[in-house]
């Protein structure tokens, strides 16, 4: 058991080198010795994280009928989080240290006596609100306060009688949103998987009463559908039905899909049935009626709600440590991200066989040129020889790499286009090519 688990530790310590050296994740304010649960995405991080936003978008919201995407503000009258809970209810148990003044979260200490960094004592353990606050305009009192939104939901039950005066929609239906949240995490850790501003990309759907069983199930299928398709190894996924007392307050029902990261079994995604709580709350809080008229029924009622919850920070993670492989041994070591090709923050590398050969870079140009105005993220190298821009590439997740050599120039022979996941080369034409990542990529 110590053998895996330092195996484990090796895997994460790994992966976060390879996101900083390879420009995936850096360490937020770094210059300035850091910020404690902040990280900068760099520009294959960035382009990793927009290409999963825009899968999810696509299969969560543009592809159905019947959801509606919004983008609510992060500051909010702070009223709404008296009414959802937040502000009262909104907190982790925390101890401090009475020597060294280190604080920990109770809940996750074997040993809630003594400090596990110094030894010392620990005090008395008390709640800890989560929420960063700060102040709206010129004044700095009671009545200026506001938050930093700790959850994207908020801002769609709040816009519920907005989108139903502006668009009409039908029962059932639902509104999505990708969006920061910010937590005052008492400890942060593990990499990105808890820290305190993140990404949440959420889906509000809205039933009658009666039919919450039935959507909870639907939403439960595209949760798993979407870990397909991203490529997570469905091995490592987990379902975990939530016991009453350790669901949220707004809960009913809960599922966690947890996912096996090298720090152990832990939360990747959420499914809630948060019934009325939320709308019921706000209508009562607001003194605004916040119900749906069904035209058909002549029904009024609150609508009830199912929640697909999940963190773009811990899809990236998972989608790192599922992906990052190891063959070979000393200098023959190759290191590569087996990513799904919808996830590679990079589609093509294009190279001409030898950087000083003016006519091979010309034409490796013109052929970059051509896959860049049809893939987008495709990349030119001439950096170094052939099997160090192989490397640089196999690091980054790169599916397909493209050689220019004096056969395609001379002969019109094709190109040689290299497989990341296996090392194979195929010759074809650009235009076969074209074709064939196409449809990998299910453009």
């Known amino acids: 058991m110590a053998e895996k688990s330092t195996k484990n530790n090796e895997l994460m310590e790994k992966i976060v080198s390879l996101c900083k050296r390879r420009g995936f994740i850096f360490q937020g304010s770094e210059i300035y010795g850091g910020l404690a649960g902040t990280w ?7 382009e990793l994280a927009n290409n999963l936003k825009n899968i999810w978008w ?43 003044h280190h604080r920990f979260r109770a809940d996750q200490l074997e040993d809630k006596i003594k400090c596990p960094d110094c030894g010392g004592k620990l005090g008395e353990e008390r709640q800890f609100n989560m929420m960063f606050k700060t102040h709206v305009g010129a004044t700095e009192d009671e009545s200026s ?7 994207t939901a908020g801002g769609m039950f709040v816009n519920f009688k907005n989108v139903l005066d502006s668009i009409h929609p039908k029962i059932p239906f639902g509104l999505g949103q990708i969006g920061k949240a910010f937590r005052n995490e008492i400890a942060p850790r593990d990499f990105v998987f808890r820290s305190r501003e993140f990404r949440q990309m959420e889906v509000e759907y809205f039933v009658k009463p009666e039919n919450w069983k039935e959507a909870f199930e639907e939403w439960r299928g595209v949760v798993l559908d979407w870990c397909k398709e991203i490529g997570l190894d469905m091995n490592h996924v987990h379902e975990l039905e939530v016991a009453d007392e350790d669901r949220a307050h707004y809960s009913k029902r809960t599922i966690d899909f947890e996912f096996d990261y090298p720090f152990g079994r832990k939360e990747l995604y959420g499914l809630a049935y948060r019934t009325d709580f939320d709308l019921k709350s706000h209508s009562s809080a607001s003194g605004v009626d916040i119900s749906y008229f069904d035209e058909e029924t002549k ?20 989608v790192l440590s599922d992906s990052y492989k190891e063959e070979g041994e000393g200098d023959d070591k190759r290191v590569y991200l087996k990513f799904s090709p919808k996830v590679a923050p990079v589609k093509v590398a294009v190279f001409p066989l030898l950087k000083n050969k003016e006519i091979l870079v010309d034409k490796a140009k013109e052929v970059y040129k051509l896959l860049k105005k049809e893939f987008g993220a495709v990349m030119f190298d001439d950096n170094g020889n052939i099997g160090k821009r192989y490397r640089r590439q196999d690091e980054i997740g790169t599916p397909w790499c493209v050689t220019v050599d004096f056969d395609t120039v001379e002969k019109d022979a094709g190109v040689t286009v290299r497989d990341r996941d296996t090392g194979e080369q195929k010759r074809m034409t650009v235009g076969e090519f074209i074709e064939f990542a196409r449809k990998e990529l299910s453009l």
Do not use: Q
């Open 40 to 46: 900068d995405y760099g520009p294959y991080g960035a």
């Open 58 to 100: 696509k299969r969560f919201i543009s592809d159905r009928e019947d959801m509606f995407g919004v983008d609510a503000a992060i500051l909010m009258n702070p009223k709404v989080w008296e009414a959802s809970g937040h502000v009262s209810g909104f907190s982790d148990p925390l101890v401090e240290c009475e020597k060294c």
């Open 145 to 151: 306060v506001s938050y930093l939104r700790p959850e």
């Open 299 to 318: 029904e009024r009622f609150i609508p009830h709600v199912i929640e697909p919850s999940l963190g773009v920070d811990r899809t990236i993670l998972a």
